[in-house]
């Protein structure tokens, strides 16, 4: 297991795959590594579920940070292309928080939630003594709709198209040129562009937008590992090859110069509010359509093919895309905290 970071596949199938507590005939999809979310049939209906942890870093401004936060939570249900309905919240408050700044972050959570049909049904808020920011708690997201519905991690199939939103590294770039700006030795143009990146990080519209507008088959949201992780984990899962080309992949203003100013790999960076899809030929126009429709950048990258392998192969301009294993904002984001204190 790497020190920063999620859990890597070997550990997670040596140590949490076999041991998941009871095995009912309800679950439809369980625990996988690279899966955003696990699904139950109840009645005949699909219930799509996923829990992550709550962060609310205060630089980022109280209500920025909230949405922020809450948008990374309910879209590993979008993902599923089923819209989240259902919100259970858990804060362990550090003292530093008051109630003043709780306030408005709980108050910016319940109009996002609004507007998105969500309802908070559950949680539990308190404030210890040793929690410290931005990690303020977690939250398990729910939504309820048709099984048929559901767009499964491992839906690939050869001959789909692959298309991504937003583009690599907008999380990553966004956040560490907002939290440490006189960190980086860039123009100050530069630093705009890359810090406007956080206007990019929400993807919950887009992928409900992009599994009502066509058939897409497969979705995962760009977080951890960037895109060579998503592309990675996708075709792992549904045992195809994706080939990509490099230039077809966007890049947002300021993402290639902070990317190259941290040496820090823009495709294997954590990339939140960036969707990789795989999308059936004849629904790619409609996708792309109904995307470029609401403002978001969307680009055809690559196509899904059978691999003659055991499968789960990203090639990009004929080379071998390998999973990352260990993003590297991490680092990057501990080099210029030391370097702030200083």
């Known amino acids: 297991m790497s020190e920063l970071g999620k859990i890597d596949r070997q550990f997670f199938e040596e140590r949490i795959a076999p041991n998941l ?105 308190a404030r210890y003594a040793d ?18 519905a559901v767009v499964r991690p491992d839906g690939a199939r050869p001959g789909d198209r692959l298309l991504l939103t937003t583009g690599p590294a907008v999380e990553s770039v966004g956040l560490l040129s907002t939290l440490f700006p006189e960190q ?10 890359a810090q406007e990146r956080l206007e990019d990080v929400y993807c919950v519209r887009d992928a409900l937008t992009a599994a009502a507008a066509g058939p897409v088959t497969a979705m ?9 992780g998503a592309a990675n ?15 077809a992949v966007p890049l947002r203003p300021g993402v290639a110069e902070v990317c190259e100013h941290l040496e820090m790999d823009p495709w294997a960076a954590t990339s939140c509010g960036s969707l990789l899809l795989a999308v059936d030929p004849d629904g790619v126009g409609a996708v792309r359509g109904a995307l470029e429709d609401r403002g978001t950048v969307v ?8 691999d003659p392998g055991e499968g789960g192969t990203v090639v990009v301009d004929g080379d071998i895309l390998e999973h990352p294993r260990v993003d590297p904002s991490w680092d990057a984001h501990a080099r210029l905290a030391e370097s702030a204190t200083r």
């Open 131 to 148: 929690p410290s920011h931005p990690w303020v708690g977690a939250a398990t997201a729910m939504g309820v709709g048709d099984r048929d």
């Open 184 to 193: 980086l030795e860039l123009p100050d143009g530069v630093i705009a562009d």
């Open 233 to 247: 984990e996708m075709a792992a899962g549904a045992g195809v090859r994706f080939e990509i080309d490099r230039e």
């Open 21 to 125: 507590g009871a095995d009912r005939e309800d679950v439809v999809v369980g625990p996988s590594h690279g899966v955003d979310f696990g699904v139950l049939e109840i009645g005949g209906r699909a219930l799509v579920t996923a829990t992550d942890p709550v962060s609310i870093p205060p630089a980022l401004g109280l209500e920025r940070a909230a949405r922020f936060a809450l948008d990374l939570i309910l879209a590993d249900v979008a993902v599923s292309g089923i819209p989240p309905s259902h919100l259970s919240i858990c804060f362990t408050l550090p003292e530093a928080m008051d109630d003043g700044a709780f306030a408005t972050v709980w108050e910016t959570i319940h109009e996002e939630c609004a507007d998105l049909g969500v309802a908070v049904v559950t949680g539990h808020t």
């Open 220 to 228: 995962h949201d760009v977080t951890e590992g960037g895109l060579a």
């Open 299 to 306: 680009a055809e990258i690559g196509r899904v093919e059978a």
